[in-house]
């Protein structure tokens, strides 16, 4: 049985993650809670004390073994009180239109402290009431005592006297009750929804669940905004994701940095990046990796095969023009460089990173990408370039990933933390691995560090720490 071990962060984490839900049920229990307090009758308390004098023996001294007695005999008179007869008389004497069960409900009749003392405590919705029955609970029982035991040891100590403050409802016991009944129910869903929460959050559940390496985590873009002494930096108008370009220095440009280096050491030609699901960060990646590859000097060409919903063009800042759909439906008369457009890295030291758009609109996308033209075309490009990143649509929705796949050294698979269940994303998977295709590892996007604090925290905290604007 695998060990769980105790995390406060973690605790902390569902807490925050649910504090939405948390806050919901703590208020809905201190809104019913007052609602009760509200509705409710009051409830006034009036109580008077008896005393059972010790019977003596002939020897006219009380000893140890008469107290014993007596304390033994108050007993008898808690439950004498509480009879039918004694209640049934106060009844008839006071006039009551209440029935037995009424009052009992509403009697207490104890011993103080296992002495001689009789303490008998009436609650009612009237404070006269109270007073008047408790009294007359005494006067009848004295009275019976005399005339069913032929004792005259029981006296009144205290009459009772009445009472105008309400003893219930009680807005604070009330309060608390509820608000800590609310809270306990919200924490209870917040972490049972969190034990069904199956979707992928870090790299351990890679791991776990996926079998696979973590080749990246992209933190979301809050770490960064968040530095401290940092001010924050707007990304400019011609970079919309180039997050490389416009923040070199930030926490995700290093993130891309340390994923280039995970890919460089494996030497590929042609990669393959793909997701799950749409907006998953996936086309933001290859953008930024291409930019990273190519300020080492590697020539770097990025091809949208995204022929339905293409994106690549606009993170380069580029018009769409003649592509991929061009080159093949050409059948020759157009040159695939002809067709190609650069975006300017760097004008000073002549880096760049070429793109190869999707081209005009077509209405069988998957067969086009399935076609041996497509084939050849991805050889001519794996001559010209030292890296070609394809861009394609998530595997999830339409089968081009699966079928780009065959043509690659290798795939990225991009996952957004937190969004998508482990079993739909393996499912994606098994897709690739029985069309072949070799899984080069992960990528997270939209890692929230600060949630996930006992992988990332210390590693992000300490790059803060050296951190200057």
Do not use: W
């Amino acid at each position: 049985m695998e060990e769980t071990e105790f995390d406060f962060n973690n605790i902390l984490s569902i807490v925050g993650k649910r504090i939405l839900l948390i806050l919901f049920f703590l208020i809905l229990g201190l809104g019913g809670a007052f609602f009760y307090c509200s509705s409710a009758s009051e409830k006034f308390q009036s109580s008077t004390t008896l005393y059972a004098k010790p019977q003596m023996m002939n020897t006219g001294e009380i000893n140890y073994n008469d107290i014993l007695s007596s304390q033994k005999l108050v007993k008898t008179y808690s439950q004498i009180i509480k009879s039918q007869k004694i209640v049934g008389q106060v009844i008839q004497n006071l006039k009551l239109k209440m029935s037995y069960s009424e009052i009992i409900s509403g009697l207490q009749v104890s011993s103080v402290n296992d002495t001689e003392i009789i303490s008998i405590v009436v609650t009612t919705e009237d404070s006269a009431l109270s007073r008047d029955i408790a009294n007359e609970l005494a006067r009848v029982f004295i009275a019976e005592i005399k005339e069913m035991m032929t004792l005259d040891n029981v006296s009144i100590i205290d009459e009772a006297t009445e009472n105008k403050n309400p003893v219930a409802p009680s807005y604070t016991k009330m309060l608390i009750l509820g608000g800590g009944a609310g809270l306990c129910i919200g924490l209870f869903l917040a972490f049972l929804l969190e034990s069904m929460n199956e979707k992928i959050k870090n790299h351990e559940d890679v791991k776990k669940y996926l079998k696979l390496k973590s080749l990246g985590v992209i933190p979301n873009y809050s770490m960064d905004d968040d530095a401290v002494g940092r001010k924050k930096k707007v990304l400019q108008a011609n970079t919309p994701t180039l997050k490389l370009l416009a923040d070199p220095t930030s926490v995700i440009s290093e993130s891309f940095r340390m994923l280039r280096t995970n890919l460089n050491f494996m030497d590929l030609k042609v990669i393959n990046v793909t997701s799950t699901l749409p907006s998953e960060g996936k086309s933001e990646v290859i953008c930024n990796l291409a930019v990273a590859f190519s300020l080492i000097g590697k020539r770097v060409l990025v091809v949208d095969c995204d022929l339905r919903k293409p994106k690549i063009h606009r993170n380069f800042n580029l018009p769409r023009r003649e592509g991929i759909s061009n080159v093949i439906l050409s059948n020759g008369t157009l040159n695939v460089g002809d067709v190609i457009q650069s975006y300017e890295v760097d004008k000073g030291k002549n880096i760049k990173v070429d793109v190869l758009g999707p081209g005009a609109k077509v209405s069988n996308p998957s067969e086009l990408i399935n076609s041996k033209k497509f084939e050849t075309l991805v050889h001519e490009l794996r001559d010209m370039y030292d890296l070609v990143l394809m861009d394609c649509p998530p595997i999830f929705m339409m089968t081009d990933g699966v079928l780009a796949s065959k043509l690659s050294d290798g795939v990225v698979y991009v996952i957004e933390s937190d969004r998508a269940d482990y079993q739909v994303i393996n499912s994606c998977i098994e897709q690739l691995q029985n069309s072949k295709a070799f899984i080069l590892g992960t990528v997270l996007t939209k890692v929230n560090v600060k949630r996930q604090k006992k992988l990332y925290g210390h590693k992000y905290d300490y790059y803060y720490s050296n951190y200057e604007a």
